[in-house]
């Protein structure tokens, strides 16, 4: 099984989709290493040869920031937004949508399931 970055990386796949497994790879991170590394894309991980998980696993190391640094330097930019007291530190604050979007009738992945409002009732239909 082929270990990069701290992720098992998932036996029957494609490796250039194995690797998007990793936080901080997406599809065009891992074209870009599989060119670097000359490892073919189409290879499945159970197919790769030792000498090629170590290419891929360098090339990681030291091109892409991932997994827990990543993690962290993603942290560290909204808590720095929410300290200077920026707009978007608010929104992040008061976990609401950050981008702009509107929160009148959607942002319900953000704000949670809907809790009713005591005294409120619906408008009933005739």
Known sequence: MARIAGVDLPRGKRVEVALTYIYGVGQSTSRHIL???AV??????????????????QAIERNVKVEGALRTEVAMNVKRLMDIGSYRGTRHRRNLPVRGQ????NARTKKGPRRPIAGKKKAVKK
């Not at 073919?40 to 696993?57: H, I, K």
């Open 35 to 37: 060119e670097l590394t």
């Open 40 to 57: 073919n894309p189409d290879t499945r991980v159970l197919d790769l040869s030792d000498a090629e998980v170590a290419r891929l696993r």
């Open 102 to 105: 509107r929160t009148h009738t």
